[in-house]
């Protein structure tokens, strides 16, 4: 089993940047089948960025040129860095593999707001 801890959110204005990190432990590990995902109040969780088979990743359409996701295999922590922050990237964010395989972490939270 894997655990993950989620770290770097905040209260942040639209505009705004932040960058969360997710440290994993537990059984092997690594990067390259992870994910970043989010639920927000109300709503189901939805994948917002991955790493799949080494250096690819994919986006949810509405993060797009605003979010990188990344990650270093050395220190087993995958990150995303989010830029150019809106009122609906409001959520608790969380990470897991690709597809989502182990028990979910607390989360960070990250409010956009003015």
């Known amino acids: 089993q894997v655990q993950f801890v989620e770290s770097g959110g905040g209260l942040v204005q639209p505009g705004g940047s932040l960058r969360l990190s997710c440290a994993a432990s537990?059984?092997?590990?690594?990067?390259?089948?992870m994910g970043w995902y989010r639920q927000a109040p109300g709503q189901q969780r939805e994948l917002v960025a991955a790493?799949?088979?080494?250096?690819?990743?994919n986006y949810a359409d509405s993060v797009k040129g605003r979010f990188t996701i990344s990650g270093d295999n050395a220190k087993n922590t995958v990150y995303l860095q989010m830029n150019s922050l809106k009122p609906e990237d409001t959520a608790v964010y969380y990470c897991?593999?690709?597809?989502?395989?182990?028990?979910w972490g607390q989360g960070t939270q990250v409010t956009v707001s003015s």
């Open positions: 537990g059984s092997i590990f690594s990067i390259y089948f």
């Open positions: 790493i799949t088979g080494g250096r690819s990743t």
């Open positions: 897991n593999t690709y597809p989502p395989r182990h028990v």
